[in-house]
Every structure is written in structure tokens, then in C-alpha cells.
């Protein structure tokens, strides 16, 4: 016999890839906002979306994003036991943290190189999954 009532189905489970494409794009997504690109800017105006440039959304939603990517490097550290991918993705998402909280002429690239080696680390970490599951 099923534990849970017939008729009923189970809830889909979030898998690590799609996880990681979520936070990716999540992250990316909101630093480009905040980071104000005219086009994305015209974007959203043009859309009506524009309430969506507010620090008060981004940040938080930039932070949510990012520990969703994290929590898939901590789960593919318990599958292939390196913790390099985890250290440099937690000095990356901070980097990008702080670069996108600053006020200095250094923000942008603070955030831009967070973001790229985040985006980096996420292949060398699916790379190494792979390599495991072979």
C-alpha cells in the first residue's frame, strides 16, 4: 500500500540541473537590472515591468537566486567530494554581493566578475558531476 491517498500525485522534486539553470538565470537576471543596461531598462519600460528596477526586488531576489545556486554546489560536492567549485562559488556570489551593495566606481566590475565566475564555476561544477556519474 501507497502512503499518501489515492488519486492524488506526487509533486514534481526540483532536479540539480534545473536548479542550477534557475539560479543562473535568476542571478543573471537580477544583476543585470541592477546593474541598469539601457536596453534592459527599455525593456522593461516598455513592458510595463519597470517597478521591477527597485533595489528593494533585485537584491533580495539576487540573494535568493544565489542560494539556490549554492545549495546545488553543496549538493554536487557530496557527489564528487571536492570542495574547491563551493569555495570559489561562495567567494563569487560574495563578490557579487557586495559589488552590487557599493556605491564606488568599482561596483560594476565587482558585480561583472562575480557573475562570470560564478557562471564559470557552475560548468567546471557540472563537469565534474559528469565525470563522476561515467
Known sequence: MTDRPSGR???PVLT??????????GVVTCTLC???IPGIAAVL???GLAFLRNDRILFPGTVIFAALVLVTFVRARARHGRQAPLLLALA????????LRS???LATGLVSSG????????VWDAQLQGSCRA
Request: with cysteine.
Open 9 to 11: 500525485r506526487a509533486l
Open 92 to 99: 563569487a556570489v560574495a563578490l557579487t554581493l557586495v559589488g
Open 45 to 47: 519600460s516598455a513592458t
Open 103 to 105: 556605491s564606488s566606481w
Open 16 to 25: 540539480d540541473n534545473s536548479a542550477r539553470t534557475i539560479g543562473a538565470v
Open 34 to 36: 541592477c546593474l541598469s
Open 115 to 122: 557573475v562570470v565566475a560564478l557562471l564559470v564555476l557552475m
